[in-house]
């Protein structure tokens, strides 16, 4: 309660003394214990001092150059989202690019001939944004926009919108309330998005011991700490926290058995809202240990284009992590047989869980 106290005693700068003292007197609290809370937020950037630069509040990695380095990389991914949007771009076309990182894709948007590109950048990289326009000539069709969309305006609706925003949760990155913000009050009504469509997919795995021993609490890990340590580590076997999916890398998660097709658990047509929970049933197609239920996205960019995460399909390079839904208890299921589960969609994350 006084950390709030605190922010909203910063709705105006004011000096530290005068914030810890205003506070402690009006909470009644402790004056260590205020102090140490207003340590916690401008630890955490929620306060700033007034001389900090504004960089400093840029969300987490995204400033970072290796993480646009890891998506560049991902050949098949930028390669797939520029082919949609040479295929969509029209000479009449306002492009509104939503996280444009690098500015790849507004760039591309802009060489591809659209009237003029909008790109959004919350973070320092749209600096880089702008240095890409003027190299590749386009400067005078691109207006970079540091900042949130949510809180950017536009001069003009947008024709289409560009945003990759997805997450290795895909919608962790809040593409759904960032497409829903946009189509009230930055695009066209009938604006057109890459991508329109996203599609969420699971089946069952078997994983190998030796790469569920990094993700679980087993027999094999715990009976090894126990010999090692003199400590009986056998009771977080049975510990389990399943709502928490894991993340593998592409080279793991294709050396993963599929021991069921995948089935379509859901999506996000942009045009529409999201469905709360849906059931779905995974058939074994061969017998073998069921250890975990693998999830991964696909979207749809335009017409004939799309982009799958499914391991054994993406690209080596795929720069999305897969979701791992590990059972606290392999088990042995048979051909044929049966597992209901259910997807639970909220606005921001994808939750695989057991039937209610
Ligand atoms: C996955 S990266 C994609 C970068 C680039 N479009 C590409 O494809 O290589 C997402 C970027 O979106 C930015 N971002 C996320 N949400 C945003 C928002 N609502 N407004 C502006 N930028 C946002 C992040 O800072 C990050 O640079």
Not at 23 to 49: C, K, P, Q
Not at 73 to 96: G, M, P, S
Not at 232 to 253: I, K, M, W, Y
Not at 270 to 276: A, D, E, I, K, M
Request: net charge negative; aromatic share 6%; proline share 4%.
């Amino acid at each position: 309660m006084h950390g709030l106290a605190l922010l909203a005693a910063c709705s105006e700068p004011t000096t530290l003394r005068a914030l810890v003292d205003g506070v402690a007197a009006r909470s009644r609290r402790d004056f260590a214990e205020i102090a140490a809370t207003l340590m916690l937020l401008i630890d955490n950037g929620l306060l700033l001092g007034a001389e900090t630069p504004l960089q400093k509040t840029d969300q987490g990695t995204w400033a970072h150059f290796p993480t646009h380095i890891g998506l560049l990389d991902d050949e098949l991914r930028t390669k797939q989202f520029l082919a949609a949007i040479r295929a969509q771009v029209t000479a009449d076309d306002v492009v509104l690019d939503i996280g444009s990182g690098t500015g790849v894709m507004a760039v591309g948007a802009a060489l591809a001939g659209a009237k003029h590109v909008f790109a959004m950048e919350a973070s320092a990289m749209a600096g880089t944004v702008r240095e890409l326009a003027r190299a590749n000539g386009v400067a005078d069709r691109v207006t970079v926009l540091q900042g949130w969309s949510t809180r950017l305006e536009l001069p003009t609706r947008a024709t289409l919108l560009v945003t990759e925003t997805i997450g290795n949760d895909p919608l962790g990155e809040h593409i759904v309330d960032i497409v829903a913000d946009a189509k009230k009050r930055l695009l066209t009504k009938d604006a057109r998005i890459i991508p329109h469509e996203l599609s969420v997919y699971a089946y069952l795995a078997s994983v190998p011991d030796e790469l569920a021993d990094y993700h679980r609490f087993g027999a094999g890990n715990t009976g090894r700490w126990s010999r090692d340590y003199g400590i009986d580590f056998g009771v977080l076997a049975h510990v389990t926290n399943q709502a928490l999916p894991t993340s593998l890398e592409q080279r793991e998660a294709a050396s993963l058995l599929e021991l069921s097709e995948p089935v379509l658990v859901g999506g996000v047509d942009f045009g529409s809202t999201l469905p709360l929970i849906t059931p779905f049933a995974l058939v074994a197609k061969s017998a073998g240990r069921f250890d975990a239920v693998v999830s991964y996205f696909e979207v749809a960019l335009a017409p004939g284009i799309t982009l799958s995460t499914r391991p054994s399909i993406a690209s080596p390079t795929n720069s999305w992590l897969t979701r791992l839904w590990l059972e606290s208890t392999p088990r042995w299921v048979a051909a044929g047989e049966v597992i209901r589960l259910q997807a639970r969609f909220a606005q921001s994350s994808i939750v695989i869980e057991p039937t209610t």
